[in-house]
């Protein structure tokens, strides 16, 4: 990602980066075909940018300013043209506060590309409301003079100076390249390496045991680089175990947000394993460590230098008024120093001369350039540019307009004409002299010059769009100024606007391109419209618009009906807008006539067809119709008549009785025909057919016959019956077998040669002389068997369950001892307020368990259960009680277990979370209190689906209580339970610990108690003892829970020391230590120990330096730090100096000595800082001297 070296573009300015490794073929990292220009505009205009972006897929544009946001849509509109290609950015009426530096992007997701353009707007109200007093030119001298004084005395502020913790420069190493190491070891005063390699090993082994909780891989760390366009960035290759752990970016310890776009400070974007932080707007707070963390695992830290944050405009540089030949003094203050900084004269580098006196402040932060002697001539804007940022103000030199009877006036011209512009003198001053944009005129330019006795002329014949600008007159010391607005409106060949008149015919599915050629000096936007709404160009819908330099086009790669109508471009620009019309026709095959095609059976006439003309003609005139047939089975359509464009309606006699046929009708126009209205296939009969009887009841069934009887059939043809035809088939079978060989007259027919106990289906046809009809519906299923009995009623029938819009019955099967067996049951309801019982349920239910499903809520319903089979219905089993559509009442409990205590210790600022479960129906009425109060603000509780729990975010001593929680319902019924939690931290150490000797040979060791009794904190307390002949402390005593202990068996001649500790269930306490040992003297003959004498070794050494100095080769700007290493006994004094003279009291340089390790330090080196440097250590013993040499070179060196 940020790491791939920049690519590059073949447009000066433009920065390219690549976020993946590889790029596909056919695809392409964003790049600028045209990038913006730089603009100075004056107050009220409007700046217009214009960036053209290619890329493969089509990047996405944003612009932004260093300001802030561009979401004023009254003051920045934002558009593109229809293909994406070109994107503008207008600020409508510029004011001061506009001048800034603006970025475009360009964003896909293969690459980045940016470049920056800079907007200066010109305030120039103030040369006719604001004048300034005149003041002697002594008086402005000796003020500028106080002034370079006060600069002088000035101190610099002070630096900030921020010390990295230790803990974070351990994982500043943890993931610093080992080329890195030495560096990052001597700028934090680590001074044994091998221990901080050791060390290091080890920490890595724990941050790998820690990460693999979280993380599969971590690769390609690329550390924080600084861009040219003042944006760090850095990133990192993460395999995620889990996706949706959660990653955080942290600053010096403090989390910090970040957003995923470009619109936040910190952001972050990730592109399958890669994740890419950037850090926009630096500013010198930005300096720091950041670590990037999964959940709570560090995986990466690096370090953003306050050194390679570009320099920004802290103070910028203001509007600076003066009298002719008088001195400017514009300054600017910088965050951090700039030695590459550089002057700007009307956008043109400064060439210095005895004209201009620059100078920078010791601390590099302040510039200031002061203009002597100012003339009309140095009028203009300044800027100091840093390369990323710049600031701009305008010099105004000041004369009198006494001397003007009458003065220059701003003027707008048409381009091409003639402009004047006069002034007239109140009295002659001598020859004057004309300016534009602080630039002398002379006749080379176009322009004649005239002057009728003191009135001064200024004619410029054919203004060209170049002439537009600020034009001053200097008559002696006096000068007055004007604007010239050029106005220059695009403009359309009149040929071009003739042949739009005539309307454009196409064809449909044809592409239509339309260009319209125009000629514009000034940047054009285009807006297309089709019957006055606006036209868009999208990738969707095919339509493609563009915008050139001179011309605009209308592009409908596949146009249709619908693309017809008037359209028009409007060519707007800062000089005026022209609009060009025309007319889009387009031409295609009719559309199908409008249906249904109605087709009549006229017998013997033939078919009679009817249909509607078609919605749309294609744009030309219907000629005639085309009538066709095909006979039902075949694929081949047959042409049967061509009716005129007047007629819809149209009779096909030749067709035969018996068959089906479908029809279909076509519209023909000089385009050819169109789509076809086809109808269904419809038969042609002579006569009627019957219709089909109706499904056969079953009058009676036995093992040897079945009574069937049905109805007549209904509609033409169904009048003269001859008889019917009975079929019959098995369950399950789809073949049907004939009953009867001959029709029977009547609806009714008894069916023998029946299998007993199979199960048959019966269906009946009519007949006529026709023929037979369609057979009708068939029967239910019976059995060929003898009568069964009804079954007896249910037994046993209750509520099982009830909710909110269900009620839940079983039953048990009936008694078959006096009857047969069950085949089904019906389950009906009555509402309490009804008489009328319904059915729950389609057929019957298998089962002897039913849930009745879309009730009431809370209303009550009578419930009975009726068995049947074949021989009928049972007599119904009803409930006795009304039922209820509601929740089965559970009076609320608890659901406690073995491992649920009553009381909980905890520790002071950890979270308590007591999870209380139960149960009840309906929810019942939750109630936390505390010793019998309501819960306290800091306390939460919550509940759901049978769970409430009290959660406690950090305990304190205050929240020791009983807890005690109720549950009560609707009914009342009510139940409670209570815990305790007892808040603790680890106790206060005892007090003073007294000593004494009660019976000889023992100790009594008594000791104050811990702060902690007093408060009633459970607590005891251990004794450790440590003898003279002992060195470590070993228990003596365990949970005293009083304030003494007595020690038996002491010895003479050792020394006893005691320790004591507080103790309870969260931890122990801080030791109180005896301050003075128990000891018994041990009773012995005096005798004397002469000890050996040693002499003390001389350790004195005369300063070496083990390490020296050695040259360095550094452009100017940079840092340059000279380090070497000393040795010497007592400890040598360490004194610097340069080409042998002491840098003790330089406030450029600093110097550091840790452990021997000496450097000299140069923030940011100069020229004059080229020279021999020397350093001398010096001790009682000697000294030692080391020198090296600095040479500091030029940019172009």
Known sequence: MAGKPPKKSSIPGVSIRQLVDEIPEGCSTPDFKQKPVTLALPEGKNAIFRAVVCGEPRPDVHWQSTKGDLTNSSKYQISSTPGREEHVLQINKLTGEDSDLYRCTALNAYGEATCSVRLTVIEVGFRKNRKRQKEPQEDLKKELMDFRKMLKKRAPPPTPDKKMESEQVWQLLLTADRKDYEKICMQYGIVDFRGMLRKLQEMKKEQEDRMAQYVSAVANLRHIKVTKEGVATFDLELDLKNLESKIYLYKDGEMIPYGVDNQTKHCLRRL????????????????????????????????????TIPPRVVVPLAEVHCEERGDAVFECTLSNPCPNATWHFQHRPLRLSDKYEVFVSPDGLTHRLVVKGASCSDMGLYSLNTGLHASSAWLVVEGSMDHFSQGLTDTEVQLGEAAILSCTLASDLGPGTWFKDGVKLTAQDGVIFEQDGLTHRLILTHVEGNQAGRYTF??????????????????????????????????????????????????????????????????????????????????????????????????????????????????DKPQPPQGPLEVQDCHRAGVCLRWRPPRDDGGQVIQHYVVERRQAGRSTWLKVGEPPPDSTSFTDARVEQGKKYAFRVRAVTSEGAGDALESEEVLMAPEALPGPPSAPAILSASSQSITLTWGAPQGPGSTHILGYLVEKRKKGSNTWMAVNEQPVSERKYTVVDLRQGCQYEFRVTAMTLSGPGEPGPPSDTVFARDPMRPPGPVRDLRVTDTSNTSITVSWMVPDAQDADEAQGYIVEICGSDSHQWSPCHVGTVPGTTFTAKGLRPQEGYFVRVTAVNDGGHSQATSLDTLVHAMPATVCPRFLMDSSTKDTLMVRVGDSVRVPVSFEAAPMPEVTWMKDGLPLPKRSVTTMKDGLTQLLIPAASLSDCGRYTVMLRNSQGKEATYSFFISVAACPQAPGSIYLQENVPGTVTVQWEPSPDEAQGIPLHYTVLMRSSSHGSWHEVADRVRTNRFTLLGVLPGHEYHFRVLAKNELGVSNPSDTSQPWCIPRQRDRFTVKSPTYREPDLSQKPRFLVGLRAHLLPQGCECRMTC?????????????????????????????????????????????????????????????????????????
Not at 290 to 300: G, I, L, N, P, S
Not at 481 to 504: G, Y
Not at 543 to 565: E, F, M, N, W
């Open 272 to 307: 399958g394993k890669r994740y890419h932080f950037q850090i926009q707007d630096l500013r010198p707070e930005d300096a720091g460590l950041y670590q990037v963390m999964v959940e709570d695992a560090v995986v990466f830290s690096t370090e953003l230098e306050a050194s």
């Open 474 to 587: 200097v008559a002696g010391r006096q000068h007055s100024e004007a604007s010239l607005t050029v106005q220059d409106p695009p403009t359309i060949a009149p040929d071009v606007t003739e042949k739009l008149r005539e309307p454009l015919v196409f064809k449909a599915g044809k592409p239509v391109t339309v260009k319209i050629p125009f000629q514009s000096h000034l940047p054009v936007q285009a807006a297309w419209r089709k019957d006055g709404s606006e036209v868009v160009g999208s990738s969707h819908k095919g339509i493609q618009l563009a915008l050139g330099d001179d011309y605009t086009r209308l592009c409908l790669p596949s146009v249709c009906r619908k693309d017809s109508g008037r359209y028009s471009v409007k060519l707007k620009s800062e000089g005026g807008c022209v609009q060009a019309e025309f007319t889009l026709q387009v031409i």
């Open 1125 to 1197: 290493a000393v040795q010497g006994s007592p400890q040598p004094h360490v004194t610097w100096f340069k080409n042998d003279q002491s840098l003790d009291r330089n406030p450029a340089m600093y110097t550091t000595d840790l452990l021997g390790v000496c450097s000299l330090i140069i923030p940011s080196v100069s020229l004059k800082d080229s020279g021999e440097y020397k350093v001398v250590a010096k001790n009682p013993l000697g000294q030692a001297v080391s020198t090296a040499t600095l040479i500091v070179t030029e940019y172009n060196s």
